[in-house]
């Protein structure tokens, strides 16, 4: 009985044994695992907003901008994109309930894309046309969220804003954040434009390193951005405009991406790059009539 119970003793000390050696292996494995994801950690920058302002903000300037844009309606291809969209956003950092996040395609063969505050993003035409795999659209998208998680388009109203209006509307502001008088002060288009001619240099490596870890955490090659670029730049010559104009050098653009890439231990397992739907898209819209010329 003894020697059974010695037995049971000793095969529990075994088990307990293996145990502490499971937990240490775990925790090792835990260790290493926050060791490999280095990532940049970016926050949005100042804002005389809330993210509700975004929203309102965001959808008084599309209301302006889509006055001027053709925008693409095709059901199935507007589902697509905002199906793939919201994938993406899933996987945001610094993403808010308020955020509306709606996708549009604009029926134009120039390569571009832009967002509005508060989660409004337009993909052209153009971006299907010359993606070769919906990894590479994706890459597009998840840089434009990055702009809209960062809030670039508010904080850069925000900083007209302050060099225009002399400190007593900012007090005033500042007490009732009106993005109506906001608008009405700066002007509409002049709020507009400083929304969607340019972002800093600043901004946008931001919004591809966040970019990056979008396409990454939603299990997409992250390496699919830096093809797009590549491809751009092989094709573009004068269709490419905003959404590549401002941007550090191309060689820079691809080794800060790489940069990340490392940060977040490399690629996925088993990295998507592709689906059936893309293509049906792609296809699709290439089959349409043009709007406007090349
Ligand atoms: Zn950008």
């Known amino acids: 009985m003894s020697h059974s119970c010695r037995l049971e003793q000793s095969v529990y000390n075994g ?16 260790a290493l ?32 901008a889509e006055i001027k844009l053709p925008i693409l ?8 994109i905002n199906r793939l969209g919201k994938q993406l956003v899933a996987r945001a950092p610094h993403n808010d309930p308020h955020y509306v996040w ?5 029926n134009d063969r120039n390569i571009n894309a832009f967002a509005l505050p508060g989660g409004l993003i337009y993909i052209n035409r153009g ?29 850069q109203v925000s900083k ?11 007090g005033g502001v500042l007490g009732s954040n009106s993005v109506g008088s906001v608008l009405a002060q700066l002007g509409i288009q002049f709020a507009t434009n400083s929304i969607l ?35 751009i730049q092989a ?27 490392e940060k977040l231990g490399g690629p996925p397992p088993n990295a998507r790059a592709d689906s059936p739907d893309f293509h049906e898209i792609k296809n699709r819209l290439m089959s349409l009539a043009d709007t406007r010329p090349r």
Request: glycine share 4%; no cysteine; charged share 20%.
């Open 15 to 30: 088990m307990l044994h293996k145990l502490s050696a499971y937990t240490t292996a775990f925790a090792l494995i835990a």
């Open 33 to 64: 695992t926050a060791y490999a994801d280095s990532r940049t950690q970016l926050k949005p920058g100042w804002n005389l907003f809330s993210t509700e302002q975004d929203v309102e903000m965001g959808l008084e300037v599309a209301k302006q």
């Open 73 to 80: 309606n095709d059901p199935s291809a507007t589902a697509y």
């Open 102 to 106: 709606q996708f549009k395609i604009v």
């Open 127 to 155: 971006v299907f046309e010359s993606a070769e795999n919906e990894a590479q659209l994706a890459g597009v998208i998840a840089h434009e969220t990055g702009h809209v998680v960062l809030r670039h388009g508010t904080s």
């Open 160 to 170: 007209a804003y302050i060099a225009q209006a002399p400190l007593s509307i900012i």
């Open 197 to 231: 001619l340019k972002y800093s240099r600043d901004a946008e490596q931001q919004a591809d390193i966040v970019g990056v870890q979008i396409l990454h955490d939603s299990g997409y090659h992250p390496l699919a951005m830096v093809q797009f670029f590549e491809t």
């Open 235 to 261: 094709q573009s010559k004068g269709r490419a405009s905003e959404f590549f104009s401002d941007h550090p050098n191309p060689e820079n653009r691809i080794n800060y991406v790489q940069a990340e890439i």
